[in-house]
């Protein structure tokens, strides 16, 4: 499974073309698809993205699923409908379809954000106002993965 993280900030050409950093095309490569899945991210003005590896993995949890889960069917419907293949080209670019940059308020530059298993592609000042609220938030939820109120540990 691909490892994203940091904070990698890029120019977005013309043609909604932009390099995917180094680091992060390096944890995908060797998958059976050469580029990455996008969606609109649902709690975010950012574009979510992943390799054909968590898609797949997100398919066999929706799979389990009753086909009579109104709610599961709804978030399913809600990912794989707006989810664009974008794959690379031979310079380690993707190109950007527009519903998804106006999804994400995005115009000139980006920033892909690693968030661990996937990555995130903001509008870099959106994205500063977002981690400020984030690092205030941080330690409330600390907690929850065992690092307890000062978020250390591990």
Wanted: proline content about 6%; aromatic content about 10%; glycine content about 12%.
């Amino acid at each position: 499974m691909a490892l994203f993280t940091g904070v990698h900030v890029n120019k977005l050409d013309k043609k909604g073309r932009v390099s995917v950093p180094a680091t992060f095309r390096a944890a995908l490569s060797g998958l059976s698809f050469p580029g990455v899945y996008a969606y609109p991210a649902r709690v975010a003005s950012a574009v979510e993205c992943c390799g054909v590896d968590w898609m797949e993995k997100l398919n066999e949890r929706i799979g389990m699923l009753s086909p009579h889960d109104a709610d599961g069917r709804a978030f399913a419907t809600s990912i794989f409908a707006q989810s664009h293949q974008l794959p690379f080209d031979p310079e380690g670019r993707i190109t950007l379809p527009p519903d998804l940059t106006r999804h994400a308020a995005i115009d000139g530059q980006v920033a892909f954000v690693g968030i661990g298993q996937t990555f995130q592609i903001w509008e870099p000042q959106a994205f500063k106002a977002y981690m400020e609220t984030a690092l205030r938030q941080a330690p409330r939820q600390a907690g929850q993965f065992g690092f307890g109120q000062g978020g250390g540990g591990a």
